[in-house]
């Protein structure tokens, strides 16, 4: 065992660890196996952004539900319906309809428009090195809010498997975190991430369907009983059960429920590491294919939350789930743990240790994921395009992706040190309001309006960016309340937890408004080339 295991061992103080260390070890060291044989493969360019372009409708989709199935779904969605109940399910049902927007607006046309990133089809009929600059500078942006709530959630889940509290062992764990998915992705780029992802949406499914399986066996297979004494257990009887326990309480929490959905619903169609798993197919009709099965699973995944939340709100203590953590993130490995015969039992232990490398694998995923998008977009779009204008050799820009892995994931370790307390499906929230603010509204603009323009294109991306990031800065999540990121302090004077309903309108806006104003005509023979390849896939890549 390393000096590391031994230390958190040590801090932990129970039998069981040895099980739950040896556990993550052998899923680490699989997956990293899987990641060195990817990386063999691993030529040129196309194999480092789009795994050569190699994967089958069916294994994308299931890649795509590993990447889009993160900490935010199993531990954050479980924590708030644990706490906030019928409030908290809303997350489920945002995260899946926005795959509906994903499906009938973005997948095929950007599949045939594009070749590695975002950027590639807005510099398709507008001036390249400006948008490149933008479109970078949000995939980064968006990257890294989705990022810190992976570390969010590997701090809480690894701290209460291996009994850490001391702020320097939590810390460790996000460093830990952060270096292994450097790791992944400066090895196997995108074909060791795609494989990485299909193995862990596989383990989540499977993990997922035997607590929904054991919960619905203590309580007889009656949903009914399940939800009457979670709304017992909860302490507020039957409002547990009805909106209004988290966003009905005044005006204020009503409008961060409409800036919550419209975040959600938008925001999945402008993530970045969500669209560049349309670039690894052969063809649209496969991107079509894979989004239909990532719906399918992603769609069952989010039916089993119910029996996840709502079972931690009928066996869990609430006080319990809090003091492991105040928002909530731990509720599904302390279900686990319950549901397997208790902390003291051999079978809860077991258990756990199980749910938690599945959690964990879950993080790991999606971290590769995110961290992948990212650095290809710096070394694509700035680095081979803008910094080297169109000069750099494959292998340089390859080299260049790398070194931006290091650089992202350092940031990601530094700010996630920062976010521990914070829950992680809110994390993600705004990541989406971010992307929906940012990305949305230029992909859709470029894609179907011929008067669309370079000018709108920066108006709109870097309009919406700063915006939704400024008011998040602004809000109660960074300050001002005992579950923000700085709770000890408080200059927030936005009153939304999620700046969509603001800032979405307003990236939307000002690319209308920028097109507008703009003096320079756009290339309509362009935009009719681009209005065919999207449609058809003729001359895609």
Same mark, same amino acid.
């Given at each position: 065992m390393s000096d590391t295991a031994h230390l958190l061992a040590a801090e932990s103080g129970t039998g069981n660890r040895p099980l739950i260390i040896t556990l993550f070890a052998v899923f680490v060291a699989a997956t990293l196996a899987i990641t060195v044989w990817a990386g063999r493969q691993t030529?040129?360019?196309?194999?480092?952004?789009?795994?050569?372009?190699?994967?089958?409708?069916?294994?994308?989709?299931?890649?795509?539900?590993?990447?889009?199935? %993160?900490a935010a779904s199993f531990l954050g969605i479980a924590g708030a319906i644990a706490l906030a109940g019928y409030d908290g399910?809303?997350?489920?049902?945002?995260?899946?309809?926005?795959?509906?927007?994903?499906?009938?607006?973005?997948?095929?046309?950007?599949?045939?428009?594009?070749?590695?990133?975002?950027?590639?089809?807005?510099?398709?009929?507008?001036?390249?090195?400006?948008?490149?600059t933008a479109a970078g500078t949000?995939?980064?942006?968006? %990257?890294?809010?989705?990022?810190?709530?992976?570390?969010?959630?590997?701090?809480?889940?690894?701290?209460?498997?291996?009994?850490?509290?001391?702020?320097?062992?939590?810390?460790?764990?996000?460093?830990?975190?952060?270096?292994?998915?450097?790791l992944y992705v400066s090895i196997g780029g995108m074909k060791g991430t795609t494989w990485v992802q299909m193995v862990k949406a596989v383990l989540l499914i499977a993990g997922t369907l035997l607590i929904t399986f054991l919960v619905l066996l203590k309580f007889d297979f009656n949903v009914s009983r399940l939800l009457g004494e979670a709304a017992e257990n909860s302490g507020m009887g039957g409002a547990f059960l009805e909106p209004g326990v988290k966003y009905g309480v005044n005006g204020t929490t009503k409008l961060d429920f409409i800036s919550l959905g419209l975040a959600l619903v938008l925001g999945t169609a402008g993530l970045p590491h969500i669209l560049v798993r349309f670039y690894t197919v052969p063809t649209a009709q496969a991107a079509r294919k894979s989004v239909n099965w990532a719906i399918g699973i992603i769609g069952a995944f989010y039916l089993m939350t119910i029996a996840l939340g709502f079972g931690a709100a009928a066996l869990l203590n609430r006080a319990d789930i809090i003091? $492991?953590? $105040?928002?909530?993130?731990?509720?599904?490995?302390?279900?686990?743990?319950?549901?397997?015969?208790?902390?003291?039992?051999?079978?809860?232990?077991?258990?756990l240790a199980v749910?938690?490398?599945?959690?964990?694998?879950?993080?790991? #995923?999606?971290?590769?994921?995110?961290?992948?998008?990212? %650095?290809? %977009?710096?070394?694509?779009?700035?680095?081979?395009?803008?910094?080297?204008k169109g000069q750099a050799t494959q292998q340089e820009e390859i080299s260049a992706a790398r070194w931006a892995t290091v650089g992202i994931g350092v940031v990601a370790v530094v700010l996630g040190v920062f976010a521990r307390d914070l829950?992680? #499906?809110?994390?993600?929230?705004?990541?989406?309001?971010?992307?929906?603010?940012?990305?949305?509204?230029?992909?859709?603009?470029?894609?179907?309006?011929?008067?669309?323009?370079?000018?709108? #294109?920066l108006w709109s991306i870097y309009g919406g960016l700063v915006s939704s990031v400024f008011l998040v800065l602004f809000s109660p999540v960074v300050s001002g309340k005992e579950t923000s990121m700085f709770p000890d302090v408080?200059?927030?004077?936005?009153?939304?937890?999620?700046?969509?309903?603001?800032?979405?309108?307003?990236?939307?806006?000002?690319?209308?408004?920028?097109?507008?104003?703009?003096?320079?005509?756009?290339?309509?023979?362009?935009?009719?080339?681009?209005?065919?390849?999207?449609?058809?896939?003729?001359?895609?890549?």
């Open positions: 030529k040129d360019a196309t194999d480092f952004y789009a795994g050569g372009r190699q994967f089958s409708g069916f294994q994308n989709g299931l890649a795509i539900s590993g990447d889009y199935m %993160s399910f809303l997350y489920s049902i945002g995260f899946l309809v926005a795959w509906l927007v994903a499906l009938l607006l973005v997948a095929e046309p950007l599949r045939n428009s594009g070749r590695f990133t975002m950027g590639d089809v807005l510099a398709y009929r507008m001036r390249q090195r400006p948008v490149r949000s995939t980064i942006v968006v %990257s890294i809010f989705y990022l810190l709530a992976q570390m969010a959630g590997a701090g809480v889940l690894v701290s209460l498997l291996l009994g850490i509290t001391s702020e320097a062992g939590k810390i460790l764990i996000v460093v830990l975190v952060g270096a292994v998915m450097i003091e $492991k953590n $105040k928002a909530g993130n731990a509720a599904a490995p302390m279900l686990a743990e319950e549901i397997g015969g208790g902390p003291d039992s051999a079978g809860g232990a077991i258990l749910i938690s490398a599945v959690a964990f694998a879950t993080i790991l #995923a999606v971290v590769a994921g995110l961290t992948l998008a990212s %650095s290809s %977009s710096f070394a694509h779009d700035l680095y081979a395009n803008v910094i080297r829950n992680v #499906a809110g994390l993600v929230a705004l990541a989406f309001a971010v992307a929906a603010s940012a990305n949305l509204p230029t992909i859709l603009y470029s894609l179907f309006w011929k008067r669309f323009t370079t000018s709108g #294109a408080d200059f927030h004077w936005f009153p939304l937890e999620n700046p969509g309903l603001i800032s979405i309108p307003l990236g939307f806006l000002l690319g209308w408004l920028g097109s507008l104003l703009s003096k320079e005509e756009p290339d309509k023979e362009k935009y009719a080339e681009l209005e065919v390849r999207s449609l058809t896939g003729y001359g895609a890549h």
